[in-house]
């Protein structure tokens, strides 16, 4: 901050321009300074926030596994025949419960 000072004193005494003047460019470029912190800190809280949308849309579970909808959305388009449909359902649906096993145990009454 000295050196932004002793920056506005030279330009101020280079300039010949009297001491009520600088003072008057000094507050104005603090003010515009100002603006521009302000603006910086709104262009980084909008990335921060986009970035954070992006992460959560690429850690998303879609990669990891079919779920019954999928399965039964698949079978009503035509992508895949009931005998598919089945052994996917069965497949799905072991999953699911092979999941509910590894998760630990709530005690009953407490959600």
């Given at each position: 901050m000295s050196t932004l000072c002793t920056a506005l004193t030279t330009l101020a005494q280079a300039g010949n321009i009297d001491a009520k003047?600088?003072?008057?460019?000094?507050?104005?470029?603090?003010?515009?300074?100002?603006?521009?912190?302000?603006?910086?800190?709104?262009?980084?809280?909008?990335?921060?926030?986009?970035?954070?949308?992006?992460?959560?849309?690429?850690?998303?579970?879609?990669g990891e596994g079919l779920t019954l909808s999928e399965v039964r959305r698949m079978r009503s388009m035509g992508d895949i025949d009931e005998e598919e449909f089945n052994r996917l359902k069965q497949i799905v649906t072991s999953q699911v419960m092979h999941e509910m096993d590894a998760t630990p145990e709530t005690e009953e009454g407490t959600t």
């Open positions: 003047k600088g003072s008057e460019a000094t507050r104005t470029l603090i003010f515009l300074l100002g603006i521009i912190i302000v603006l910086f800190g709104i262009v980084m809280v909008v990335v921060i926030v986009y970035r954070s949308r992006v992460l959560k849309e690429e850690t998303t579970p879609h």
